[in-house]
C-alpha cells in the first residue's frame, strides 16, 4: 500500500467554521507533511511531522493549526480562515526525517480543495 | 540550500522527447537531485532521482553531467498523459527535513 488518503476531497467552509483535514498513510512513514498550494504555483511547505512531533512550522498562521495523533495519522484543524487561504492542500510523507543530501520519495495524497466563502 | 532553475514552460508533440535541464549551481556534494510530476489538482509523484551519470527507469532518465551543476530529465516518446508540471529538487530540498518545491517546468505535449 503506497497510499497517501485525504480526506475530504473538497470542502467548502464559511470564515467562521472550524474544519479539520485528515491525512492517513500505511506505509511505516515515520515523516509527515502538510502542504498549501494556490492554482499555478508550487506547493509551499507548511508543516513537517517527524516521529510525531512537529519540527518545521514555516510561520503558519495559528489559525491552522497541526495534530499528529499518532504515526499513520496526520490532521489540520482550520478555524477563522480567511478567502485567501482557499487553496489545494496536500498532505504526504516519507520514510524517515534524514539530513540534507539523504534519498527521499515522499508520497502525497490527492489534497483536499478547500474553498473559504 | 541549494536553488534550482527551470525552464517555465515546454510545449511538445506526442510521440517526441522531452528534455528539461534544471540548474542547480550551488549544489552540495552529499545532495541528490530529485524529480516529481503533477498533474491538475493532484500531488506530486515521485519520478527519478540520481546522484551523478545517468539513471533510468521505466518513466524517465536522468541525466547528470560531472559538475553537477544542472542535471536534464527526459521524457522519451511523450504521450498527451504527459502533460504535467515537472519539478526538480536538490538536496536539502529533497530530504525528508524540508522538501521545498521551486517553480516547476509546465509541459504541454500536442497531439
Known amino acids: 500500500d503506497t497510499e497517501v488518503t485525504q480526506t475530504p476531497k473538497h470542502l467548502v467552509m464559511g470564515m467562521t467554521n472550524k474544519k479539520s483535514l485528515k491525512c492517513e498513510q500505511h506505509m511505516g512513514h515515520r515523516a509527515m507533511y502538510w502542504y498549501k498550494q494556490k492554482a499555478k504555483k508550487p506547493p509551499e511547505l507548511m508543516f513537517v511531522?517527524?516521529?510525531?512531533?512537529?519540527?518545521i512550522n514555516e510561520s503558519v498562521p495559528s489559525r491552522f493549526s497541526p495534530e499528529c495523533p499518532n504515526s499513520s495519522l496526520l490532521n489540520l484543524h482550520l478555524h477563522a480562515l480567511q478567502p485567501e487561504d482557499s487553496a489545494l492542500y496536500l498532505c504526504?510523507?516519507?520514510?524517515?526525517?534524514?539530513?540534507?543530501?539523504?534519498?527521499?520519495?515522499?508520497?502525497f495524497g490527492q489534497g483536499t480543495r478547500l474553498t473559504v466563502v | 540550500l541549494a536553488k534550482t532553475t527551470q525552464p517555465i514552460s515546454m510545449d511538445s508533440y506526442e510521440g517526441q522527447e522531452v528534455n528539461i535541464t534544471c540548474s542547480h549551481n550551488?549544489?552540495?556534494?552529499?545532495?541528490?537531485i530529485t524529480w516529481y510530476q503533477q498533474f491538475p489538482s493532484q500531488g506530486p509523484r515521485f519520478i527519478i532521482q540520481g546522484y551523478k551519470t545517468k539513471v533510468t527507469n521505466e518513466v524517465a532518465s536522468l541525466f547528470i553531467p560531472a559538475d553537477r551543476k544542472s542535471s536534464t530529465l527526459s521524457l522519451p516518446r511523450v504521450s498527451l498523459s504527459d502533460t504535467a508540471v515537472y519539478y526538480c529538487l536538490v538536496g536539502a530540498e529533497a530530504a525528508g527535513n524540508k522538501l521545498t518545491f521551486g517553480g516547476g517546468t509546465r509541459v504541454l505535449v500536442k497531439p
Open positions: 550551488n549544489i552540495a556534494t552529499n545532495d541528490y
Open positions: 511531522y517527524s516521529y510525531e512531533k512537529l519540527s
Open positions: 504526504a510523507s516519507s520514510q524517515d526525517f534524514q539530513g540534507a543530501g539523504s534519498r527521499t520519495e515522499a508520497f
